[in-house]
């Protein structure tokens, strides 16, 4: 059994954490880069009856 699930986590949630002690490890120079990539967005798009309704972005 790998250590992140017997710590009762996902791969998902291991893998966030994994990447953000990594960001905060970098040199102040790099890190700024790094955060810009850490925000995500998703688009979301509502459909009914085989049409797409409303669309929107977090």
């Known amino acids: ?5 017997a ?7 291991y893998s966030n954490i994994a990447a ?7 040199k102040s120079d790099i890190r700024a880069e790094a ?3 850490a925000d995500t967005h998703i688009k979301v798009t509502k459909w009914e009856n085989g049409k797409p309704i409303k669309e929107s972005t977090w």
């Open 1 to 5: 059994m790998s250590a992140w699930r």
């Open 7 to 13: 710590a009762g986590l996902n791969y998902i949630n």
């Open 20 to 26: 953000k002690m990594l960001r905060q490890a970098l």
């Open 35 to 37: 955060m810009k990539r």
